[in-house]
Nanobody
């Protein structure tokens, strides 16, 4: 079993920055891929970014590429999402998730464990 706890959400002005954290505990997650998803009111949960623990392969959605950066700290078992140049469209609940596979990483169904989510609100 893997437990994931997100933190770092809040209110930020458009053009500003925010860093989300996802602390993992329980079973070792070194063989997992870690992803960030977000869900805005009335919309489906969508892929934001993903990273592998072992090789630090990364992947981003087109909507955040060049603005967001995913990284991980193995010693702290923590994954981060650095959000720069945020826009009102980035407003959503952001979720951290862990998957046993890198394949199909854009789909929520590929992930085995989820955090409770953290709210990010971007004001214009």
């Amino acid at each position: 079993q893997v437990q994931l706890v997100e933190s770092g959400g809040g209110l930020v002005q458009a053009g500003g920055s925010l860093r989300l954290s996802c602390a993992a505990s329980g079973r070792t997650i070194i063989n997992y891929a870690m992803g960030w998803f977000r869900q805005a009111p009335g919309k489906e949960r969508e892929f934001v970014a993903a990273i592998t623990w072992s090789l630090s392969n990364t992947d981003y959605s087109d909507s955040v590429k060049g603005r967001f950066t995913i990284s991980r700290d193995g010693a702290k078992n923590t994954v981060y999402l650095q959000m720069n140049s945020v826009k009102p469209d980035d407003t959503a609940v952001y979720y951290c998730a862990a998957s046993r596979t890198w394949y199909n990483r854009h789909g929520p169904n590929a992930y085995d464990y989820w955090g409770q989510g953290t709210q990010v609100t971007v004001s214009s």
